[in-house]
């Protein structure tokens, strides 16, 4: 994610310093570089510095700037490596646009082409140049507001950016933003207006707030705020006071960590690929990989280790390595593996999946390995852990901190590691990368960002079934493992009996259970084994059983066996079940708050398990 902030206003205010506040505030959501521009005499002024915010303030020290309005930027790499050239703000190549930008443009390769056929060149490797190229391109039709407008209509993806220019006709000073999935919130002064990435930057300043909806664009100039929705007329948003103590500031105004949490998978799902996929070669690249590379490629099996949900995550990391790489995989939890004397030798790479790189069973699983030679990986949120320290390799799921014991974020973005480490093992086995591998992934914020649009529908469930005395859930191939982890989101949150299972064995022993009163939630979605579900579904509905259908079809597909139908975006069956998940961890969030449950702290568990 990347940390935006913008002021204009006839306060006379010294814009850089206020800028630089903003950034330190944001600083959490990029520290790959930092840059920020200003208008001054009718032209635009820009600072940038690779690394940390410390650097830019360094230099600015040296060569101060100084004008009216500006915007300011904390990136974390998408695009590009994080060098000086491709920090924001980026420019257009006629230099009378600055641009920054948080979010993927999906197709910015072939608006690149496009736009070079015209005659617009490109020094970043970025997708944000894209934009400020074509908004540049669009200018000459009108001002900046138009400008933006048309420039979206052609873009595909998920973004919050902002605008400058001091082309001819844009002397007034002027800041245009447009928002389509992360989040862009406008803050009102008297004379000053302001935007940032999270209110966090401007609650010094100014309280009275509005957040941006999808589709929406806005400009603001010092004495007014004029939003447009995506039909490109004038609405009205809801302005707010925000009246935050700390604590409601550090919940973002949510009202359980649990829920911001689950909120925060659209951006964190991106971070975690952000950098590391090239989208034009289909090439995966990780930091620091070459000792790990070599054992992979000569790898007979591995082993793949972990505790509660992270074991879940790692029951589908399987499906995705022997699919992608055609390797054998083993699922081990981490409390049994080193107690069973596995085998293991030289061949074998070990790879530990933990969000706190601290959990005891997983660390003394992959200590046992490592003592029978095997190569170490960690897929880890927590850099210096002792998971990271111990492994020869790491993937970094860069979730950011998980203050809710129940994991949310920390799984869909173990499952996004867990993809680039199967595309990675490919790649060291010698085939060839292919683009259409990675490319789906530039999708996933977007199909996130739909499911957390059926939050209501989701809630009205709850207050439907949260006395339920038990659940069951039901999946196949990729999808089992997300029954597995929904039925344990319910357990730990709601306190009610909840047990996921393989769908086709549920004719083993589980259809036994299933009455009037028992709520059975299937997942239905891809094409491999969509029949073979919808069969027991009907099986689950010719007992009375209550069918709770999760699909990527339409309902009316599905209205003669189920019950109720949450239905979610279609991705690549391997990413599938990143979708799948969340309104199951809805579902268990509303369910538990229904029944009053601490769900950010749920009875007898902790965070990070790092005893026996």
Known sequence: MCGIVGYVGDKQRPVVPLLIDGLKRLEYRGYDSAGVVVVSGGELHAARA???????VAKLDETPLDGTYGLGHTRWATHGPPVERNAHPIFDSQGRVAVIHNGIIENFLELKKALAADGWSFSTDTDTEVIANLISSKLDGGGLLAAVQAAIAELDGM?????????AGNGHQEIVAARQGPPLILGMGNGEQFLSSDPAALIAYTRDVVFLENGDVARLTPGTVEVFGADGQMVSRRRRHLDWDPVQADKGGYRHYMLKEIHEQTQAVQDTFAGRVDFATGEVLLDDFEVVDAALAGATRIHLLACGTSWHAGLV???LIEELAGVAVEVDYGSEYRYRNPIVDERVVAVGISQSGETADTLSALEAAQEKGAKLVAVCNVRGSQATRLADGVVYTHAGPEIG?????AFTTQLVALYLLALRVRQARGAKPVPA????LAKLPQALEQVLELE????KLARRYRNAEDFLYLGRGINYPIALEGALKLKEISYIHAEGYPAGEMKHGPIALIDENLPVVAIATGDRVYDKVKSNMQEVN???GIVIAVTDREADDLEEVADEVIQVPRLHDLLQPIVNVVPLQLLAYFIGVRRGADVDQPRNLAKSVTVE
């Open 542 to 544: 010719a007992r009375d």
């Open 50 to 56: 690779e690394g940390k915010l410390g650097n830019l």
């Open 437 to 440: 591998l990675v490319q789906p």
């Open 159 to 167: 973004y919050a950016f902002a605008a400058l220019t001091t082309a």
């Open 317 to 319: 990391g399987k499906f």
């Open 405 to 409: 014991v129940a994991s949310t974020k």
């Open 456 to 459: 209501a529908k989701l809630e």
